[in-house]
């Protein structure tokens, strides 16, 4: 299984720290936020990675270079101008094969376990109905309304009650993205919502560490969580 780290953020939230450094750079602990995604996929036995950028890219592929320090192997996918989430993605197509591929932004912290989503992999190469699966958290204070529901059947869906939020950590058929144009911006959720309305996306619940990096303050908080670990 290959997967792809999202990073061509401008992370404006987290100026000006982000004015000089790229997001995904930004260190937590002694390590940057994007190098515990690397560690974490590694361990999983993950080592092919795919990683877009766009803002202050260069710097991006200086620190991390093809990933031997992390035990990856890195290929890049330069945007210039940001393409959104699934505009990332289907420039990226082309380095992320014909199987099943997890996706995970940038600008998470977390401690969900990857070997989670291997049998999952299996199950949606051998499956061309099920297009995406996603990972779920409880909502977050700056986020109480939540993204999708979660059924029994591991079913997910846009509207109903009792909403989790997108951790930003999902598994993906490449047939997701047809019709996608890998020069122009776009958003993922539209291409899950069409999913998740014929019955071609799931989902799992993760109630364990996960914060979303997108102010000083939550960095602090990875800082703090990094730091004991």
């Known amino acids: 299984m290959r997967a792809m780290i999202l990073a061509a953020g401008r992370g404006e939230r987290m100026r000006p720290l982000t004015d000089a450094c790229p997001k995904p750079l930004l260190d937590v ?12 996929l590694a361990t999983a036995g993950i080592h092919s990675v795919v990683i877009n950028h766009a803002w202050l890219g260069n710097m991006l592929e200086e620190r991390l270079r093809g990933g031997m320090e992390y035990g990856v192997e890195i290929a890049w996918s330069a945007e210039g101008t940001a393409l959104e989430t699934a505009g990332g993605i289907a420039r990226a197509l082309s380095l992320l094969g014909r199987d099943p591929f997890l996706v995970i932004n940038g600008d998470i912290f977390c401690d969900y376990d990857f070997t989670c989503l ?3 992999a299996i199950e949606m190469a051998a499956d061309p109905m099920r297009l995406a699966h996603l990972v779920l958290v409880p909502n977050p ?19 109903g009650e009792g909403k989790l939020t997108f951790s930003g950590i999902g598994l993906y058929r490449p047939d997701l993205f047809l019709g996608i144009d890998p020069d122009r911006p776009a958003k993922l959720a539209p291409l899950l919502i069409a999913a998740m309305a014929l019955g071609k996306a799931s989902a799992e619940r993760h109630d364990g560490l996960w914060i979303d990096v997108g ?15």
């Open 29 to 40: 602990a002694g390590t940057p936020l994007i190098g515990w995604h690397l560690k974490r």
């Open 215 to 229: 102010t000083v303050d939550r960095l602090e908080q990875a800082r703090h969580c990094a730091a004991g670990r």
């Open 141 to 159: 204070d700056h986020h109480p309304m939540g993204d999708f529901v979660l059924a029994e059947d591991g079913k997910v869906a846009a509207t």
């Open 118 to 120: 291997r049998d999952v």
